[in-house]
């Protein structure tokens, strides 16, 4: 079992920016495929981005491409978000799953261990 905790969010003016840290109880995400996902009120959860470092492969949704990036170190997964605008609000959540499966990994489906979600306001 993988525990996944988020933190770095916060309230945020439009154009500024956010990181965003997940951390895994106990183990490093060197063996996992990782994404970020989000979740406004009313609306379904959606992909943000994911992340194989085994395979080198780095995914972003069209709404976020070129504005956030996954990065990592030993044991933490960061969101960097720049240019936040308003419509990026929402919960967002750190997503992990056992890499190595043939998987898209841009499906909720696809990731096995979420996190509880941080809170991003961006105010306009």
């Known amino acids: 079992q993988v525990q996944l905790v988020e933190s770095g969010g916060g309230l945020v003016q439009a154009g500024g920016s956010l990181r965003l840290s997940c951390a895994a109880s106990g183990r490093t995400f060197s063996r996992y495929a990782v994404g970020w996902f989000r979740q406004a009120p009313g609306k379904d959860r959606e992909f943000v981005g994911s992340?194989?470092?085994?395979?080198?492969t780095t995914y972003y949704a069209n709404s976020v491409k070129g504005r956030f990036t996954i990065s990592r170190d030993n044991a933490m997964v960061y969101l960097q978000m720049n240019n936040l605008r308003p419509e990026d609000t929402a919960v967002y959540y750190c997503a992990a799953g056992p890499d190595g499966l043939p998987k898209l990994w841009v499906s909720s489906t696809d990731f096995d261990y979420w996190g509880q979600g941080t809170q991003v306001t961006v105010s306009s």
């Open positions: 992340s194989r470092w085994s395979a080198g």
